[in-house]
């Protein structure tokens, strides 16, 4: 259970990133470039030119059988929409933790703040814990609120365009609810562990970097149609990382003490 | 109950640099302690050892009956602590980051906002009160500091050089604040300075610390008893008999060590009987400064610690 000095803590932090405009501007510039303007460009391709998704087409060869016979322009559509974009929202919640966990923890040390908080009638675990659903809050509000706009976007394109409305598929419904936040917790706790002994911004930040390398493999994987997977395979992938999350969380904490974090 | 005890305490830092070295204290309520010593004496480990930020490498030590190395969350929320490393938030406000501080520590936000007000008029930060943190002076931020450690009434307060970059007015509105925290809250001061000249204005009692040991502890009186309780005369005449000779420090000015102030009238007595002219007498007995160079002199601990 989080307790009211806990609450002022995380309230604390959220209000240091949104108050802070260059650093809001770092978690909003990725997500509003993944989710708009790719989507756009897409639908834009697929519109106009669909002869050019020749690429795609080792992809769409390996679509269900349900989907062929519609047009070119709808099946590079459907496979932007519920192949491609949701590797984006692998991408979204991992850099924007990192950014805030990065700031919330190793920032506070840089500026000195950290041992302040120490001497606060919190348990060094309690002050991990707010910092790190701190940054979960924000990386799930960038997350989600990212998917609105990418939804609001694309429909009214493809209704200008083509008259039709392309509605998300259910692995949505799993990529948002339970890989996202998952992903993001792994992220957030990768920084915060890391913090411990990391003495800048920078340096906790380059650790989550390493988390994007497989999502960008797995990228590769989709566009070449290597990989396809389907909600259960992702339902699957998305519980044992949940689990992953919970058990790297918890066992992140017990390994630290004031003596290791004020090194 | 004791405020502070330290039995037998020690840390080592890489298990060769001894920075406190079997350390023995007790502190009763409502004392002001000055725990003197030059930088790296091992003042601010202490101040970290008794806030369960570091945990003593040998020894024990309680703060209110707490240890703080095993539950230093409930220690800290009887304790504030004013160091150089804790700063607080450039982006918010002196009076946004004392109401943030007052959250911490568990108080309403109503309370919280009362209590930071009148914090920031007593230390002469009201006008300042929505300015940014990052545009205070170093003593403006100093001052916030022991606002931000006395938010939640603390019982004790540690004070790790909380005069460091003050002007001189500034020195003296946080002494009077201290000294009025003990006086009328009852709160235990446990302030750490390398200016002698300064603890001695305030503090009711003392540690002397020098490379992690500690020299002596008491009250002036104890101090000075350990290493001359008398006084020192100095007289500026003529004609000196010829046993004062000797004492001179140069020309007309002369040094006497006395006992008690009771020996002063015999001396004056014995110069006029000799015919000599007494321009001036003054006596004055070991400052801080002086018994703290005195026991680095002799390199030893008056009581034996």
Redesign the interface.
Known sequence: MI???QK??IK?DIK?IT??KRMLSVILIVPLVLTILMPTIFILTAHFVPEDAGDLQQMIDLLPQTQRGVSMEQMITALMMNNVMPLFFVIIPIMAASVMAASSFVGEKE???L?????????LE?IFYAKILASFIISMAVTLTSFAAMIVVTQIELLLLSGELLLPDINWVVILLLISPAISLIAITMIVRGSVKAQSVEEAQQRAAFLILPMILLMVGQLTGLILINVFILLVIGIVLAVLALIYMRSAMRKT???IV?K | MKAVITNVMSKTYAQTNKALNRVSLSLSKGEVFGFLGPNGAGKTTMVKLLNGMLTPTEGRCWVCDIDPSQEPEKMHRIAGVVTEHAQMYDHLSGYENLVFYGNLFGIRSSESQSRAQSLLEKLGLTNARDKKLGAYSTGMRQRLSLARAMIHRPEVLFLDEPTSGLDPESVHSVNQLIKQLAREEGTTVFLCTHQLRYAQEICSSYGLINEGVLLADGTLEQLRSMVFAGMTVSIKADGVPPEFQSRGSGGQDYEVKVESESEIPPIVKRIVDHGGSIYRVTSKRMSLEEIYFALIEQGKGGDGK
């Open positions: 307790n009211s000095m002022a803590l604390k240091s108050s802070n500026k000195r703040t041992e302040t908080l120490l001497y606060c009638p919190l348990t309690q003490s004031y003596e004020l």
